[in-house]
């Protein structure tokens, strides 16, 4: 088994010369999407950049709805994506969830999200992604401050790419003064983990 089929799942593969890539970091409270346009010359493109709440899946586990209707808002975007990056979701980093089991909620969230992607989305490559891919598989100190690790990751990688519109979007959301709106890593995993996925794909 090579490096990239240990940490990426692959659901499906469609061949494509474009790099447009959608990364979601799955989440009831906190469900972060991002798709992005990545040129030859490693300049990024971003076409769409939001976190958002699916309020009542929280409450009811058992009916993705609610996942769906959102998904089905961002239709345009899914004509021109070209790749697919889930997170993939592990037991052990489940208990703080609330309404329905605590252990396979989010398990049953990213199975709609695969679903939804296979069915919707027929041209894209679809992919489930180790969160380890983020930092590019670094192994992790203890006492390590991951998130803020990936907030200041995933604001290089920005710079690097010229993405000047997502910096600015990111640094207002730091400003905000509701709590709710503080979690930009959420947004900045989504960031990180097209940079590992492109790094990990380019070893194959």
Same mark, same amino acid.
């Given at each position: ?8 799942r692959i ?12 990364s ?26 939001q ?5 009542t ?59 939804y992607?296979?069915?919707? /989305? ?5 992919? !489930?992604? &180790? ?5 590019? =598989? #670094? +192994? ?13 990751r995933?604001?290089? /990688? ?5 993405? !000047?519109? &997502? ?5 207002? =959301? #730091? +400003? ?29």
């Open positions: 088994m090579s490096l990239f089929e240990k940490h990426c659901y499906r593969e469609v061949q494509n010369d474009k790099f447009i890539i959608m979601i970091d799955p989440g009831t409270d906190h469900f972060a999407i991002r798709i992005e346009e990545r040129t030859e010359n490693g300049k990024i493109i971003p076409m769409y950049f976190k958002t709440e699916i309020k899946m929280e409450k009811r586990m058992a009916d993705p709805v609610d996942l769906f209707s959102y998904l089905d808002t961002l239709n345009d975007f899914f004509k021109l994506v070209t790749i697919i990056l889930i997170e993939e979701q592990l037991i052990l980093n489940l208990p703080h969830m609330r309404g329905g089991s605590s252990k396979s909620g989010m398990i049953r969230l990213c199975s709609w999200i695969i679903g992607c296979l069915i919707k /989305i027929p041209n894209a490559s679809v992919y !489930e992604i &180790s969160s380890k891919v983020k930092m590019r =598989l #670094e +192994k992790t100190h203890k006492g390590e401050d991951i998130k803020k690790k990936s907030m200041i995933g604001k290089e /990688i920005l710079i690097q790419g010229e993405d !000047e519109q &997502s910096l600015d979007f990111l640094c207002k =959301l #730091e +400003k905000n003064k509701f709590e709710k709106h503080r979690r930009i890593h959420d947004l900045t995993d989504t960031i990180c983990q097209i940079d590992g996925f492109i790094w990990l794909y380019n070893q194959r």
